[in-house]
């Protein structure tokens, strides 16, 4: 089974800390994605990996970083956490395959509260 | 725009059909999907059908698609308590596979 782990289910930081949120997964998945989830709004991209080493902005990308070091592991890193980041963050991989759209496999979800 | 609408709540008895409806824009989209989400949990893909189709059929899930309205649902057959989940249509734009846009979710409730 396709398995993606974020490291964390749920995670309390104060304004204005740096916050990393870390997704692992073991499939040897070259895309990788970061989402936020908000009641209402859906899943909204902030940014993916398409290969180690490159990232590409989603559509909310202010106020986030990534990083994408190893081909298994992508890392989502808020640089002054603000209360507007509290949500649920998801993490996601895929394979490429010819320009085909494969599913997406998530991760369980990281809820992040800044207070 | 691209941007997928859905109704955020539907309520059913056990045992009734459910028909979850989902209208999208963007006319070049490749895939589209049906994700669940359990409480606590990540999203599952569901169902997915390819936008050349009309409709898919997998056990209890039929993916009805009609491109020219841009109108995408899912029915659950024989719905049961253990189908109580948010529901979210997506759909894939273009060949890239990277650029994926989600509803809102539709929240079933399932009566016992």
């Known amino acids: 089974d396709v398995k993606v782990t974020q490291s964390s289910r749920y995670l309390v930081k104060r304004t204005g800390e740096k916050v990393f949120l870390e997704c692992v997964q073991d499939?040897?998945?070259?895309?990788m994605f970061w989402y936020r989830q908000d009641p209402g709004l859906g899943l909204r991209l902030i940014y993916f990996?398409?290969?180690?080493?490159?990232?590409e902005k989603g559509d909310i990308p202010e106020g986030y970083s990534v990083s994408r070091e190893k081909k298994e592991r992508f890392s989502l890193i808020l640089e002054s956490a603000s209360t507007n980041q509290t949500s649920m963050y998801l993490c996601a991989s895929s394979f490429s395959a010819g320009g085909l759209q494969p599913e997406a496999f998530f991760g369980q979800g990281t809820r992040l509260t800044v207070v | 725009g691209e941007d997928v609408e859905q109704s955020l709540f539907l309520s059913v008895r056990e045992g009734d059909s459910s028909v979850i409806n989902c209208t999208y824009t963007d006319s070049s989209s490749t895939y589209l999907y049906w994700y669940k989400q359990e409480p606590g949990a990540g999203l599952q893909l569901l169902t997915y059908i390819f936008s050349n189709m009309d409709m898919k059929q997998d056990q209890r899930l039929t993916v009805l698609l009609n491109k020219k309205d841009k109108h995408l649902s899912l029915r659950i057959a024989d719905t049961q308590t253990g189908d109580s989940a948010i529901y979210f249509c997506?759909?894939?734009?273009?060949?890239?596979?990277?650029?994926?846009?989600f509803g809102a979710g539709t929240r079933l409730f399932v009566k016992a």
């Open positions: 997506a759909e894939s734009i273009g060949t890239g596979g990277f650029k994926t846009i």
């Open positions: 499939m040897d998945h070259e895309n």
């Open positions: 990996s398409y290969d180690v080493k490159m990232k």
